[in-house]
């Protein structure tokens, strides 16, 4: 099941090492400008090869529209796009054919599928995400039209925390740090653990800017919960909060409360969602990533007749996920606001007369 | 949207204040016996008035099957079931008629909808998830058929953690902790908390045991993903964790990976999931609430005329609400798992070919 | 599965037999009055027993609305309806406990799932429409505030086919008759079949009226390609055409083509739907029903262990399904117009900037 | 919205004048052999360009496949396949660009979202079909493997019917005649009518053998209501019938009625569908196109100032769709069947106890 959303909905396909990768994005209104630089911008941000601290495969992501689009226009008919794979190794992967490399989906699409495409992890290769930016550059053309924001970087990494909050400095950042402060820090760990053949975890945190009130579909639809599904089917991430998250559960309901004055709310502990419904307010989520499973130090694992190995893997790989992950984390973020802003144009009957009468 | 799953389908309806909630399951395969006795005890143990640690309203929360049901087998038609509101105290709830209490969907509702069903909350009140216990349950007896089984309990409150994990022990205890070492001091942090007119906050644990490995669609419908939608969905939670959990993003992958031998995985940090697929390892994970947003401190809010208002909260509610959620994060475990289990029948020709030929 | 509607959603229940069937209504735009005599109304138009022409058996069909709605309002949240069966004989069907009924779906319900609810058919029960019209009357609330009116009649009756079209004689007549010409003659073919212990077929004629240029989401949620789904989901149909329909198909271009004027289209071959939306005219559908299949006459037929039976059938049957048939024809046509005139809120830019800026 | 199925989904995307079209089949088990050849013969059967009967339009159709194959095999993950338009001829459209061709999607593309891609008429041309005969090939390949056939052959042409069935004829006659005694006259009648600048109807036959009893889920996903559904998503069908179709409406109970000895079913009056349900009996259904609307003889239409303007199409069009279009009815059957077959594995608990115990 590979698409994602009710009404703004897109769909990909693809595996790391084969013909191409790519999705077709379904329900989008007619009448959007299509920026075609745009798109290939947001997936030049998350092209890997692009310095030490990704890995080193170098990939064009060059990305082609297919449909939907006529004149610069989107008509309202499915947005197709492709990139084409132009720097497979697929050699790399020889060595591991027959086994399962811990920490990855070898394991369980061998025996959920009985065959499995080896080259890179294949379908279940983070390289899929690229499709999902493509997917979310056209999401981003709508929002942007709404007055929306989506914005990334990167909170943590190997436990290294920002203390404040910079977006516009992560976008400059090369490891897209959030924090100049601690930045350095940063980088060092993701360093150090590549010298050892090791990987690190990090966080993402997302921030949604000026979304309207109304946004969530409750009660299984709701906006927190499809933020929460949506990071939670991104590579390596095991962990979602929304607003002030697991730290919520420490405190008091007079601490947690977010007091509310006639300019709206006046703190934001909730992340901009009561109900599962946006309430105005910034919306606050952050995603945290495992290390990286591609380490290069010797494990211990089986091969696909289960019999026990000691193996060391090759090829090219992220020290850090999180850090294209952050891009990814937007992206989705803001697939599931375009979702949800369509979703709420049928809420109450005012709206649909306003349309329709 | 008031379903959730894509072959093993609920649907939930009703108020807090209402006739009635209930929901129809949809997708039930036939020939599974239903044991309503079940069905009500596991509302039973969801339900209010039991102790000190919950609120005083009581409900019995009884339900009754209208259909999907012949001579106590199911036959493959929708499950409707139907719990009666008896002990409604409507009157309770003229106060905040016209106010937007903090933390809570009052404001949401109201802007999205241009109404709302003050009494008690309406439909975002917590008490829809009974509805999702009584389906839950369903799924339950299905789990149980295929040697599966579903285990919760409260991991923490107000920060206090369990230090050991004992399912049967929370069976019996008062606030369902999953640590008899720990648990006074939770109570007492509960009694401390409703003592001052406030609430504390609390996280849930919840562990499936024995799944097959296959369990879960990607890339848009991977295990943990639509997990994670599912506790979010539940009122109060804000985060929301597999295995590890946010904790693998200050590991290193030599750290956080799971060695394989011929007996399966050696360590669980994965929490029984690789690239959205069960591995066969235990599925854990944990989920986090707020604390409850009813508090009966003085408050700072507005109106619906947006005029600012300080006001106390009258009525019944719970000190904590991740108590009776844990039942809850349980009931939904099993509904995800319920609806993996009937996607991933035909993940490959074999299996098909099984059937069919 | 057992929903309808992407958007404007119903989830019906229940069985003939069994203690009550209902339906859940979801995605009902909050604002909309309640008019539940309306609702009434409507499933007193369906309701069996009313004369000579229809079955015998006496249902009240009485609808009690749980949830959803709140001083009268819609609020958004899913209404929830129940009819409590109240008149069900289920010993008349001890003799067709272990045999299969030629025409109808006891052989495919027992096949399929190992297991059937003999008593009247269970969930294959024509009575299940009663919760498709309780959810239409929602629908048809909905379309008259926009100023949209469905209408239905029976077209003809035993191949003895309308002349003329009127749809407010319809509603009067004891069979819902569109031609007062030709009504006696259809009453005759059906009371003549009746007295041989047979029955006989029919078509009903749905139209709608006012629907808005823009409905319907090529490619696969055409309007005409949902209204045959729906239509064809209704026990005993067999054939769906839209305007000219099957008759199209003996005709030249030249002569099916609906030539246009700046008043809109001169002709309605197209039956108000181009290119699966809908285009300003009124959209026009003919539904034919098989001859009800529970005849009285001996019949040869297995029983559950596949032995030959003859046999002849007992108890309370309407010689023509197309009568009812009509009012669920209009009931699902009216879903599907509501369903449809959510979903194009979200066409084009226009439409949304109108709303959110 | 332009994915179909619940299980084995495809999704189509392109424009008849743009870059390409192609398709997503998402829910192929792993496991099939997936032959390409096979697939490209089937477009070549529904390709433009072979022969008088049909446009002069001639484009290769040449079918790329782009993911979820490896190794000849299907691997569980998205097949995309995409054919490069490449004999297209936009300026044969500039004469219609400003104006409403009778009969064509143009009018109502157009005022549903606010902007249309004129060339060949876009996304609403009959060219997309092409993505559909891919996809339903794959489709063919699951069915075959499971020993299920699907045939289809045209019935009739300008009212000229069939007297005989016989599929194998059709496939080899140069319009797919069903039956070699009409067929001489049914190719007069289309080049009379080609010659007169006009267009004939036709009426395309789609069997299937050897579907296994159970197929389809009631109450709203029934075999036949989403065989109505796909066939009315054709282009150009304005009727579809199941087994004896509209003409069950003039027949007596006891005359449509199948009896059941103990080898089955003695008749097929219902076309193999009981209950929505397959009784495995030959699914039989009948499938009505309208003459092409593009005609050369002068009409009467409107420009989208809303001017009214008498003119005459241009370009190259077929001068009856029903031929090709019977292609595309067994396609879509195909697609029908593969995604009951995969829903129906859960019908029951012995059916989920073989796979899981």
Same mark, same amino acid.
């Given at each position: 099941?590979?698409?994602? /959303?009710k ?11 084969g ?7 379904? /329900?989008?209104?007619?009448?959007? #400008? ?23 495969r ?17 008509? *309202? ?15 790399d992967y020889?060595?591991? +054919? ?6 990855? !989906?070898d ?11 080896y080259?890179?992890?294949?379908? =279940? ?11 979310? !550059?056209?999401? +981003?053309?709508?929002?942007?039209d ?29 490891i897209?740090s ?8 940063? #980088? ?18 997302v921030?949604? +800017?000026? %979304? ?10 709701? @906006?927190? !919960?499809? @933020?929460?599904? %949506? ?11 929304? /607003?002030?998250? =697991? ?5 008091? *309901?007079s ?49 696909i ?19 294209? /992950? ?8 803001a ?11 049928? =809420? ?10």
């Amino acid at each position: 099941l590979n698409s994602f /959303g009710k009404k703004f909905i897109f769909t990909t396909f693809g595996e790391s090492h084969g013909k191409a990768l790519g999705c077709v994005v379904d /329900g989008v209104p007619a009448g959007l #400008k299509i920026d075609e630089a745009f798109i290939q911008s947001e997936l030049d941000r998350r092209k890997p090869g692009q310095n030490e601290f990704a890995t080193a495969r170098k990939e064009g992501d060059s990305v082609e529209i297919l449909s939907g689009v006529f004149e610069g226009i989107s008509t *309202g008919t499915p947005i197709a796009m492709v990139i084409f794979n132009t720097n497979q190794k697929s050699k790399d992967y020889g060595n591991i +054919k027959d086994i399962f490399r811990p920490g990855h !989906a070898d394991f369980t699409y061998f025996y959920k599928y009985g065959i499995r495409d080896y080259r890179g992890g294949g379908r =279940s290769s983070a390289r899929e995400t690229a499709a999902r930016v493509a997917a979310g !550059a056209v999401a +981003k053309l709508m929002l942007k039209d709404l007055g929306i924001e989506v914005k990334s970087g990167v909170f943590a990494i190997d436990g290294i925390e920002a203390k404040n909050i910079d977006f516009e400095y992560a976008k400059s950042s090369a490891i897209y740090s959030i924090d100049k402060v601690v930045e350095d820090r940063q #980088k060092e760990a993701i360093l150090k653990a590549k010298n050892e053949h090791d990987s690190v975890g990090g966080v993402a945190f997302v921030k949604v +800017k000026n %979304a309207p009130i109304g946004l969530g579909e409750p009660i299984y639809n709701k @906006l927190d !919960a499809r @933020l929460a599904d %949506a990071m939670m089917s991104i590579n390596a991430v095991k962990g979602v909060e929304i /607003g002030e998250g =697991s730290d919520s559960s420490s405190l008091k *309901g007079s601490q947690n409360n977010d007091p509310i004055n006639s300019q709206g709310f006046i703190s934001n502990h909730s992340g901009g969602i009561l109900g599962g419904i946006s309430n105005g307010s910034d919306i606050d989520l952050k995603v945290y990533f495992k290390p990286t499973p591609s380490i290069f130090q010797s494990q211990q694992t089986v091969d696909i007749k289960n019999a026990e190995v000691e193996f060391s893997l090759k090829g090219r790989h992220d020290p850090c996920v999180a850090i294209r /992950g952050s891009i990814v984390a937007e992206s989705m973020t803001a697939l599931v606001v375009a979702d949800m802003l369509l979703l709420n144009l049928a =809420s109450n009957m005012d709206k649909i007369k306003k349309i329709y009468l």
